[in-house]
Structures are given as C-alpha cells and as structure tokens.
C-alpha cells in the first residue's frame, strides 16, 4: 500500500478526468484554442504516462454527457478546441442567449472569403465592412475597435487567418478561413443562407457548392 | 557554394567567380540599394569586355527596375483580366533577359519573376470557368435589407450612398441566423454563480451619487423629517390617550365595579382592533397611567392609577410580561365572557 501512494498514478483517474473537463471548458469560454502543452502543465503535470488515457476518457465524456468534440485542428502543435457534436436544426433557436453581434460579423467576412474562392485580400474585407456602416478606422457601437476584433481576436480565436502576402510593398494581408472555421461552420449551411439573401439558388454557385457538399460529406464522416 | 561570392562596400578585389546567370543570390535587391552599389561593382574576371559593360548594364538593371515598379504599383491593373498587361511585363522582361551576362542583373530579374508569379496566381484565382459570380456589394445591399435597414424617403438610390440607419439589434438579428451555420460548443458557465463578488466598486458608486444631491437636499430634509416622525409619534400617543380616556371615563361612571381586561381591550368585530387595543394598552400600563392587577377568580383586571399613587421612579413593584393572542382564543375569550360590544370604541377616523 506504501508503493500504492508513493506511484505517481495513485491519484484518481477519474478525479483527473474531471479537473481536465474543467479546465477545457472554462478555455473554451473565450474560444481560444487550447494546447495539450497548457493541459500538461495545469492539469496533468508529473502524471504525463497517462495523459493518453485521461484524454481518451475525456473525450468520451464529452461525446456521452455533453454533446460536444474535442477537435484537434493543429495535429503537429496539438491544439484543440470544443465543438458541439449536434447539428443545430433549423427552425428550432441554437440558443436561448440573444445573438453574440460578433457571430454577425464572423459570418460576412466568411462568407466573403468562401464565396470568393477561400483567399481574400483584406481590403475586400474592409471595404465590404464599409458598406455595412463598419468602418474599421472608426471606433464601432457594438464592436468597438473592429480592426482589432477581426485581425487579433478572430485569429486567435482561429476562426480567420490574416497572412502577409509576399513581396508586397507596401504590406498587403490576404484572409483565409482559419482552422477552427474549417471544423466549426457548414459551407453548406452558409451557402445556403447566401443563397437565401440574393434570392438565389445556392446550386447556382457551382464552385462553391461542390465544395461546400464535399466538405459536409467528410466531415460528417470524421 | 555561392558563398564563395562575396561583396562588401569598400572592397574591389573580389573575384566574382564562375557565377554567371541566376542561382546566385538570395536576398532580393532593393532598388533603392542598387544605386549605391553602381559604381561598386568589381569587374568579374574572365568575362569579356563586351558583357562587362557597366554602362550596359546599368542600362538593363535600370529597365528591370522600371519594370518591378510599373509592376507594383499598378497592381489592381495589372490583375484586371480584361487586359493583358502581366504578359507585356514578361514579354518586356523576356527581351531584356537576352542581354543579361551576370548575376546582379539576373537576379533583377528573378525579383521581377517573384512579382509576376504571385500576380499570375492572383489573377488567375479570378477565374470562375464556371457558376454565377458573387458580387461582395450586392452582398452587403442584401444583408442591410436582412438586417432591417430603414431607408430615409428622400434617398436618391445611388450605390455607394450611405443614407439610412440599422436600427437596434441589427446585428443580433443577422447574429441568431447566422448562429445556425456553426457548430459552437455553448459556453461554460456556472448556473449559481461564484463566489467571487465584488463588493468594492458598487460602494464607491453609492458614495459619489450621494454627494451630489445631498447640498441641495439639506434644507429641505430636517423639517420632512420631523414630520414624518411626529405623524408616527402622533397617531399612536393619540390612540394611547384615548383609551385612557375610556378607561378614565368608565372609572368615573362607576368607580368600584372593575374592569375585566379582556373585556375591556377586546372588539368582538375586528380581530386586528383588538390586537391594537392590546398593544395600546401596554403603552399604558409600561408608563404607570394604568395598572393591571388580579381579581378574586384570577382573572386580570385594569384599572387607572392614581395621580397620587404614582411615584416617579418606580417604586412600584413592576412585572414584565408577554401577551399573546391568536384568532382561536380571541374568539373563546369572547364566548366564555360573553362579549359582545368593544368598550373601546373604534377610532372614527383612521389614522393615516
């Protein structure tokens, strides 16, 4: 029994089990991906030889009890992030809480970048804004600093990629979809709504539809 | 490899080596650098005299240059697929490459290659073979309708115009629609809260909304004050005199027969009256105007004191004691005495 305590993988599994769900979730808070390094480093710490079996344990509590994935959308750095495993339907509201105004603004620039092939200069992006009373060089009701939201906060956040374009001078950035996008948002659902706006037949985007069925059927897939 | 090719300003010895034409260099040549390294230039040996023309090839570096700039700062034409600009660049670029013998021009050259290159890409992303093109304006027109947008009457409708306003929760209306297109874990929250309060800020904003009306406010206070309190003092010191003045009256009339308490604090009609007689009453009886004692068959009586009887500073044996009454035994109490007129006649205004 002395040898029992003294063994670093005396301590509950499942009371680790736990403190990482925990940990996972209040990251998730903020939708900033997390990395299996920080997950060491608070949780797990010197019981590194089961880390693989509190992941596995977690990533099934997360399926059976919440609903959610733990995805992870940087296979080399090991970063991960929370989705919800439930296809929201529609007609039915995804959430009691009013909309987040920054879900609204996520999805126009997205879209934009989608709709026009998955790179985009960022003046597209701005200029796009501009028509929609957002002017990234003025201080906005609800977004406050809009410039700030869409190149640090949804970067980090890796819903977008804001890359420098190369030999460009002065320097241009171009946006991509970021990894968490990739994981998180239908193409097919936001080509649909698209379609829904301009009153048009989502098929009638050939590209984008066929991408965007692609996407769906390997994703559904995983 | 190359490194074996050196260059520093001041030295014009170095032998350039066997690297003629591209592969030399990897840093890409600023124009601006070249200007200064002109005149610099070692003349490679074992290169004839023809190619190591430094007017020559001042000539070639200054075209590429005029090129690279041509290609950078006409970008947006340059991209237009309506024309074919890139592919006079590179036409241009092809003819002066023919005349290029050493690697300070070729690598002029594999800059403007770079240029071209990331153009070509770019340009050709446009191309959509086939589908609708989308159009990130008419894009923008329809999420504004969406969003509810109220457009002033007098808009003259042209694009670009910026008239009309979003009215409130726009964009959480564009925000719930679109919330179906993401797949996003709802956030972690604690249902009860945490017990992380804090305290601190609500105080010092109480402070500072107190400060300011409180100069204004003095002079009008204090006589508020008083009255409100003397309103209160008033209606009860009142009450508690006239049932004095009942129970005086009644002494009066008849002065030996005594006056059974329950009888007495008791309204056979109201249970709440009699509650307040009771309470009246103790007012009385705790300020030595009245004294409660108990008669032969033990049962309490009340009768007024004495003026002389009274002796300030109570001398008086004194005994404290709790009364109580609920609905039940108010109503036994008035059967078993048979009750049936309060002897304190309600008050024929009520006060307040």
């Known amino acids: 029994n002395k040898n029992k305590k003294k063994s670093p993988l005396w301590c509950s599994r499942s009371k680790m089990t736990g403190l990482q769900q925990i940990f996972i979730l209040i990251k998730d808070q903020k939708k900033i991906p997390i990395r299996r390094a920080d997950i060491g480093k608070h949780v797990i710490k010197e019981y590194k030889a089961i880390y693989i079996e509190i992941m596995n344990r977690v990533c099934r509590k997360f399926d059976q009890v919440f609903g959610l994935k733990l995805v992870e959308i940087d296979p080399k750095n090991h970063i991960y992030i929370l989705i919800n495993k439930l296809e929201p339907i529609h007609g039915e509201p995804v959430s009691m809480r009013p909309g987040n105004p920054k879900t609204g603004l996520l999805f126009v620039i997205l879209s934009v970048i989608f709709m026009k092939g998955g790179v985009i200069k960022e003046n597209l992006v701005w200029n796009t804004l501009k028509k929609l009373r957002v002017d990234p060089g003025e201080k906005h009701e609800e977004f406050g600093d809009v410039k700030k939201v869409v190149t640090d906060e949804f970067v980090r956040q890796k819903y977008l990629e804001y890359v420098k374009i190369p030999h460009t001078e002065p320097v241009e950035y171009e946006f991509r979809w970021g990894l968490r996008a990739e994981k998180e948002v239908s193409k097919l659902k936001l080509l649909k709504f698209v379609g829904e706006l301009f009153d048009q037949d989502p098929q009638s985007w050939t590209q984008q539809f066929r991408e965007a069925s692609a996407t769906e059927t390997s994703s559904q897939r995983s | ?352």
């Open chain 2, 1 to 352: 490899m190359s490194d074996s090719k050196r260059r520093s300003r001041g030295n014009q010895e170095e032998s350039a080596g066997t690297s003629n034409g591209l592969g030399g260099r990897n840093r890409p040549e600023r124009p601006g650098d070249m200007a200064d390294e002109d005149d610099i230039g070692a003349g490679p040996s074992g290169i004839s005299e023809e190619d190591d023309d430094p007017t020559r090839r001042r000539e070639i570096r200054s075209k590429y240059r005029d090129l690279i700039n041509q290609v950078q700062q006409n970008r947006e034409d340059m991209l237009n697929p309506a024309n074919n600009k890139l592919t006079d660049v590179l036409e241009e670029a092809n003819k002066l490459f023919a005349n290029v013998r050493q690697a300070r021009e070729a690598a002029l050259d594999a800059q403007l290659l770079v240029l071209a290159t990331d153009l070509g890409k770019e340009k050709a992303s446009q191309l959509h073979a086939e589908g609708s093109a989308f159009d990130p304006s008419a894009f923008a027109e329809h999420l504004l309708s969406f969003m509810g947008l109220n457009r002033l009457e007098d808009e003259s409708g042209q694009d670009g115009n910026l008239e009309g306003y979003l009215p409130q929760g726009a964009w959480q209306r564009l925000a719930k629609r679109s919330e179906y297109c993401f797949k996003t874990a709802p956030s972690f929250h604690y249902m009860l809260g945490s017990f992380l309060a804090e305290p601190p800020p609500p105080r010092q904003r109480v402070e500072r909304q107190r400060k300011v009306p409180s100069k204004e406010a003095k002079r009008i206070m204090p006589t508020q004050l008083k009255k409100m309190e003397e309103s209160h003092q008033e209606a009860t010191e009142k009450e508690v005199e006239r049932i004095l003045g009942c129970l005086q009256s009644y002494f009066a009339d008849d002065s030996e027969e005594p006056i059974s308490y329950y009888e007495f604090v008791i309204d056979p009609n109201s249970f709440s009256r009699t509650v307040e007689n009771i309470f009246h009453t103790s007012f009385l009886i705790r300020d030595g105007l009245v004294r409660m004692y108990m008669d032969t068959d033990g049962l309490p009586c009340i009768a007024p004191v004495e003026e002389g009887e009274m002796e300030p500073g109570g001398a008086v044996v004194r005994h404290q004691c709790v009364i109580s009454i609920n609905q039940e035994s108010w109503r036994e109490i008035i059967d078993a005495f048979d009750i049936k007129e309060a002897l304190i006649p309600a008050p024929e205004v009520l006060s307040q």
